[in-house]
């Protein structure tokens, strides 16, 4: 065999094993496409689809960290016993509080489909005039018995909700201001179960009717529900609104109107007004006696106004501004500055005082023996999200 015979047979070799090994070659599986998280803009910003559903789902909520200073009766103050000498001391009323919310909804053939939720979890020491009584006002998870609540749990299906919600004497009407303690002179109960439908006529015009369960002491005691019913007009200069509610319990019934206003892009104002009857909330013979004050008439005497606005000074910074009085002669006068230090960070710096009138009903403030007044403070922090 001679040299060339040789490299020839190598060469051939190599071909062949060459080819044996391309042959033999290990393909590689392309990658299952990723299922990303799809945005939904159907109802607002920050929804997103659930996976493998239509529904679209949003997470949001806050924290919050309000210290109260000054007189219990202005709702920002608190009291405590001493350690060494049982003496009562002023001290701060603070509250720190985590909100996680839910939004969904989905488009169906019998109308939109939403849902809501929000509970609360705290940590605080009490609003409260411990220190008259010789108790420590101990911080903790609640503070007395609020360590977590459900405030909202609500399922709507076009007009039609049900679940847990706030009474629709306040929601449809609105709350009493943009400030912290809006119910120095209190304008409705809140907490409750309801059945309720909603109509919006798609012109201005809506309407609602919410039968409601109560809570607390004003829980129905029967099949009959309380009712409120309630109807709006809202154009671009504002909105003129009324809530009438029965209790059932009490059988007494109660009312309010309000007028809100758009004066200009930084200026908006209101006024509203409630009457209820009172012959059984005030009747002491009942086994349960309301003491005057009931779900949906908890101010003192049959009528009370509140009214109030906000000023926008630029985009961080607005005051806002409410004041309430009611026939029992009690006084509330709330007023604060807020300024977002950056997008979702708020910090709001109120001051609160209230004046006891001639009220035959109760001391709803807790304004302490001897005194007529009270005036308070708040400085609150809140990262919303």
């Known amino acids: ?19 044996a090994r391309a042959a033999d070659a290990v393909v590689v599986a392309e990658p299952e496409p990723a299922e990303y998280v799809k945005i939904c803009d159907v109802y607002g910003a920050g929804y997103f689809y659930i996976p493998g559903t239509e529904t679209c789902l949003r997470i949001g909520g806050y924290i919050r960290y309000d210290i109260g200073v000054g007189d219990v009766g202005s709702f920002d103050g608190a009291t405590s016993a001493d350690h060494e000498d049982g003496g ?39 609003n409260r005039d411990s220190g008259r009584f010789g108790t420590l006002n101990t911080a903790s998870n609640g503070g007395g018995g609020n360590t977590a609540s459900l405030n ?43 059945v309720q439908y909603y109509f919006d006529a798609g012109n201005g015009f809506s309407a609602v009717v919410s039968l409601e369960e109560g809570s607390g002491s004003d ?34 019934v109660s009312g ?18 409630g009457y209820g009857s009172d012959d059984n909330l005030t009747d002491n013979t009942w086994v349960f ?17 509140w009214g109030g606005g906000t000023y926008k000074f630029n985009e961080k910074t607005s005051f806002n501004l409410q004041a309430s009085y009611d026939e029992g ?16 960070f708020t910090v709001t710096a109120e001051v609160d005082y209230s004046r006891l009138g001639d009220d035959s009903v109760s001391n709803w403030t807790n304004i302490s023996p001897g005194h007529d007044d009270a005036i308070g403070g708040m400085l609150r922090f809140q990262r919303s999200f």
Do not use: C
């Open 256 to 273: 309010k109107v309000r007028l809100d206003v758009t004066v200009s892009n930084e200026l908006s104002l209101f006024i509203m007004g």
């Open 329 to 344: 002669k009690n006084i509330g006068i709330a007023a604060n500055v807020a300024y977002d230090i950056v997008p979702g």
């Open 219 to 252: 829980t129905i005691d029967s099949y009959v529900p309380h009712v409120v019913g309630g109807v709006k007009w809202t154009q671009g200069w504002g909105a003129v609104t009324g809530v009438i509610a029965y209790d059932s319990n009490y059988e007494e």
């Open 152 to 194: 909202f749990a609500w399922i709507q299906l076009g007009g039609l909700r049900v679940g847990k919600d706030e009474s629709a004497f306040d929601t449809f009407i609105g709350y009493a201001g943009n400030v912290i303690q809006d119910t120095l002179v209190p304008y409705g109960g809140f907490d409750t179960n309801v």
């Open 1 to 19: 065999m001679n040299i060339k015979s040789l490299l020839l047979g190598s060469a051939a070799a190599l071909i062949a094993v060459s080819g």
């Open 88 to 126: 009562s001391n002023d001290t701060f009323y603070k509250h720190a509080r985590f909100a996680l919310k839910t939004w969904t909804g989905q488009e169906t053939e019998l109308g939109t489909l939403k849902t809501y939720t929000e509970t609360r979890f705290n940590f605080q020491n009490n």
């Open 289 to 305: 006696p309301a003491g005057g004050r009931g779900f949906y008439k908890p101010w003192s005497g049959n009528w009370a106004v």
